[in-house]
Each structure stands twice: as C-alpha cells, then as structure tokens.
C-alpha cells in the first residue's frame, strides 16, 4: 500500500479577527512583543450578514512570520497574546492585492526581503 503524502498546510502568512468587545486593551502590545510583523485594517463596524443583521465590530489582522505556521500553532499564538480570535485562515500573499485596504503585498515583499538577507541559509 502507497502512503499518500499530504499537503502541507502550514504557511508563513496568516489572518484572523479581533473583537473590541473581547479583545483586552493592551492587544496590540501583546502583538507586538511576539517580534513578528503585522497589520491592522480599519475597524468593521458597518458589516452586515445576508439578513442586514449588523455583525460583531472586529479589525483583521495579517502577520507575517519567517518560517511556516500550522493553524495548531497559530491558535496558540494568538491565546499567548491574549487576543480572543475569530476566523483564522492562512493566505498566500502573492495572491492578494490588499486586504481591507492594508496593501499586504507590499508589507509581505518588504518582510520577505529583509529576512532573504539575514536568513540566507534557512530552509523551511
């Protein structure tokens, strides 16, 4: 019998929401002290489910790690900052153009550019 081999679903770029209401003041200082790169949309306060019932306020976050994350590894992440989450998903950068207004192209090239340099030798 031939194992199948699976696909990886680990990647280096992330996203999931932060609810206002959950979320402790000092979230963002709690993002910060993890020395990972990320961005932050606008807050949603306007967003509406299909029935026009307005949805929970949250902003999107996007963090851009040097080695690849599992979604086991992401949720621990996000508990250590104490950041209550939403929907986490993975994305591959070179395939969005923005999200929610915040060019993570551009964040995710520049993060990409400057760990190639220090990190030469690294493999994932």
């Given at each position: ?5 699976n ?9 999931f ?11 963002r ?16 306060d ?6 026009g ?19 086991q ?31 993570v ?20």
């Amino acid at each position: 019998m031939t194992a199948i081999k699976n696909k990886d679903e680990r990647t280096r770029n992330w996203t999931f929401a932060v609810y206002p209401d959950s979320a402790p003041n000092d979230w963002r200082d709690d993002l910060d002290g993890l020395h990972v790169p990320w961005v932050e949309s606008p807050l949603h306060d306007k967003d509406t489910n299909p029935d026009g019932e307005i949805k929970k306020k949250h902003w999107y976050i996007a963090m851009f790690f040097n080695s690849k994350k599992s979604y086991q590894q992401m949720s621990e992440i996000t508990q250590s900052a104490n950041v209550t989450m939403g929907q986490i998903s993975k994305f591959q950068h070179n395939k969005l153009s923005n999200i929610e207004g915040v060019n993570v192209n551009a964040i995710a090239d520049e993060h990409r550019k400057s760990t190639c340099t220090t990190n030469q030798n690294s493999r994932d």
